[in-house]
């Protein structure tokens, strides 16, 4: 199993530019999430997924658009990225239990110059 | 609303030696849990322990304890016999029962020295 995977693993964006994220997870997981993290903050909720066809705002939804069309992708999309977007953008995914710890992807690497 | 607290500047920690990494946290609902992170300079988010508010024990995985003070509100880790590839950021988290989200600390760095 590939568990959580994220493309693309790095990309450089203009100011303006849009873009999406992709997320996949291969282990039938319900709940689908995307963080950013910056330096000094930890990782931070931007939208997240409690199944197919839903999403939810999370801490940090402003400037980002969220999608679950199919189960197992969850896409992350950047409309007009500014600077203050320049992060690193983790997925996770879990089963509907509470206890059950989430599982990453590797994370995005997103500059916006 | 949660909320994660980690203060802990960075730490050196002898090779062979316990760390120990302060989290304390802060909800009204008496249902939750809560988690500790790995995240080594490669960046990935590793999952080490998770406690539950109603576990009457203090988790343990392997090397890794948690001392769980619930009157304290206080889910500190524990690293036993520490090892070189011990060296990374340790994220706390918690998340309500019910709730869906997870909360995260700020981060312990840790290096461990030979």
């Known amino acids: 199993n590939a568990g959580v995977t994220q493309t693309p693993k790095f990309r450089v964006l203009k100011t303006g530019q849009s873009m999406t994220l992709l997320c996949a997870q291969d282990m039938n997981h319900e709940y689908m999430y995307w963080y950013r993290q910056d330096p000094g903050m930890g990782l931070r909720l931007i939208h997240y997924?409690?199944?197919?066809?839903?999403?939810a705002k999370g801490e940090v939804p402003d400037g980002y658009n969220v999608s679950r069309l199919k189960k197992q992708n969850f896409l992350l999309g950047l409309e007009s990225a500014a600077p203050s977007q320049t992060s690193v953008y983790f997925c996770?995914?879990?089963?509907?239990?509470?206890?059950?710890?989430?599982?990453f992807g590797p994370g995005t690497r997103l500059l916006v110059l | 609303a949660q909320k994660i607290t980690q203060t802990q500047p960075g730490m050196f920690v002898q090779e062979k030696e316990a760390v120990t990494l302060d989290c304390t946290y802060d909800t009204s609902d008496p249902s939750y849990g809560l988690f500790w992170y790995k995240q080594p300079s490669s960046g990935e988010m590793i999952f080490l322990i998770y406690q539950g508010s109603y576990d009457q024990q203090n988790a343990t995985e392997g090397r890794y304890s948690l001392n769980f003070q619930k009157a304290r509100k206080s889910a500190n880790l524990v690293i036993s016999a520490s090892q070189l590839g011990d060296s990374a950021m340790y994220f706390c988290?918690?998340?309500?029962?019910?709730?869906?989200?997870?909360?995260f600390g700020k981060g312990n760095q840790v290096v461990v020295i030979p």
């Open positions: 988290a918690m998340t309500r029962y019910g709730n869906n989200r997870l909360a």
């Open positions: 996770a995914s879990r089963t509907g239990r509470t206890q059950e710890t989430q599982y």
């Open positions: 997924s409690v199944g197919e066809g839903t999403t």
